[in-house]
């Protein structure tokens, strides 16, 4: 591949980050299509390409590109939760359950993904909540079976988790924590949440905290980005689970000629 090639793809790649920022994802799935054609950010524009079409509601097609980033790194636990997370948004449980395990097999320690996985148990356990009714209609054996292994891994998962005599309660904050749709405010956010972003590391999770205490304020996603030093596929990354705090209008008095 000529030089010339070579630039051209990063053209596009930065073109693409910038037209996911302004949301114009059609055109942005082209960009990133055409930077890889140019063996540029390969990965990178793969995940984009996945992120677009979910925004678009094109979940088939994300599932397909991520399935391309799992040919290309068989071991990226980031590519095989996005699967779980786009199988959980169009309510196949048992299908985002396979692949949150399959993220899990590449490292035990991901509290994200078992997060996600337990938000997925339970859900699946909700479908089946009629199952085990022997004296219902729709009493299925099978499925009865299924929801009683379902239970049973949860409590496990959660038991490694953090052990808690009240599993309920437990369950109960989960689905507080996933009704925001897994945002993360600015006001309130822990040091964890802002390291769960790949763009974040210990150094710019804890200059945040500290300025956060000493009072500074973000209120959009460019002073953000300026000040930790974010690139743009980064920006993309985490512009749609931050929340930032409302802008105070500033009233001037009118000013008075004594």
């Not at 996985?117 to 729709?138: C, G, P, Q």
């Amino acid at each position: 591949m000529s030089e010339i090639d070579e630039l051209f793809g990063i053209k596009q790649y930065e073109r693409a980050c910038d037209l996911v920022i302004q949301k114009n994802y059609e055109l942005a799935i082209r960009c990133f299509q055409t930077a890889i054609m140019n063996n540029t950010q390969i990965i990178d524009s793969y995940r984009n390409i996945a992120k677009c079409q979910s925004k678009l509601k094109l979940f088939q097609d994300a599932i397909k590109t991520q399935e391309k980033i799992v040919e290309l790194e068989p071991t990226d636990w980031i590519a095989y939760n996005n699967l779980g997370n786009i199988y959980y948004k169009i309510s196949n449980y048992e299908k985002a359950i396979e692949y949150y395990n399959k993220a899990l097999k590449t490292s035990n320690s991901l509290d994200l993904v078992k997060s996600n996985k337990i938000r997925a148990i339970n859900k699946a356990i909700e479908e089946l909540s009629t199952a085990d009714d022997f004296l219902s209609d729709d009493y299925d054996f099978d499925k009865s079976m299924k929801k009683f292994e379902l239970e049973v891994e949860l409590k496990l998962l959660i038991k490694e988790e953090k052990p808690q005599k009240n599993i309920s309660k437990l369950l109960e904050r989960i689905e507080e924590m996933f009704d925001v749709t897994d945002t993360v405010h600015l006001d309130t956010c822990s040091r964890e949440d802002l390291l769960n972003f790949d763009c974040f590391d210990e150094e710019k999770a804890n200059r945040f905290i500290k300025a956060r205490n000493n009072g500074k304020k973000y209120y959009d996603i460019n002073s953000f980005a300026q000040d930790f030093e974010l690139q743009p596929h980064e920006i993309i990354e985490i512009q749609d689970y931050l929340v930032f705090p409302l802008k105070p209008n500033i009233k001037h008095g009118r000013k008075v000629e004594w």
